[in-house]
Structures are given as C-alpha cells and as structure tokens.
C-alpha cells in the first residue's frame, strides 16, 4: 500500500506563489515516477509535472517556466514552486506515483487563484 500526502495548497492572488509539497509512506520501493496532476471545476484531470528518480522532468506546456518540480528521495517527497500564478491556475491539485503502470494518487489539495 502507498500512501501519498499533498499539502501547501491555498487562495493566492494572481502573480503570486505557492509550494507544494507531497509526502509518500508505506510500499514506495519502485516508485521511480512521481508528479503532479490538477483538475479544474468542469474539467478532466490533466498532467502538470513529472519527475524520474533520476531527476529528468517534463511539464505542461501551459506550466512551462512558471512551475518547478523537484525531489528529495531521502524524505521521500516530491514538491512544486508555483509561481507567477494565473486564475487560470485554479483546480485541485493530486500527487501521482507510479510503479510498474499502477497510477497512486494522493487525496488532492486545492489551489486558488483570485484575480
């Protein structure tokens, strides 16, 4: 069983900044990919970053240059810098690990942001 738990969500105005942070416990060996997912009101869940244990990274093109994944393998923690923030930016933001095609998701924090 793993366990993923997201925190650091919260109501930012635009241009501002936020980091997320998301602890992983319980059967994490091979979890080699971990990111982060966000769903907005209305819409289907959408990739926004990943990470390899290696460190490569890959965002969304709507993320690019304003979101920042990163890791700590020995804290088992994955987080995001989120900044210059838009509205737009706005949804529930899930912690995913992935293992051998089996997606773990966390419970999700949301992030607003206001105009």
């Known amino acids: 069983q793993v366990q993923l738990l997201e925190s650091g969500g919260g109501l930012v105005q635009a241009g501002g900044s936020l980091r997320l942070s998301c602890a992983a416990s319980?059967?994490?060996?091979?979890?080699?990919?971990r990111g982060w997912y966000r769903q907005a009101p209305g819409k289907q869940r959408e990739l926004v970053a990943v990470?390899?244990?290696?460190?490569?990274?890959n965002y969304a093109d709507s993320v690019k240059g304003r979101f920042t994944i990163s890791r700590d393998n020995a804290k088992n923690t994955v987080y995001m810098q989120m900044n210059s923030l838009k509205p737009e930016d706005t949804a529930v933001y899930y912690c995913?690990?992935?293992?051998?095609?089996?997606?773990?998701w966390g419970k999700g924090t949301l992030v607003t942001v206001s105009s």
């Open positions: 995913n690990g992935a293992r051998n095609g089996i997606h773990y």
């Open positions: 990470i390899t244990s290696g460190g490569s990274t």
């Open positions: 319980g059967s994490i060996f091979s979890i080699n990919v």
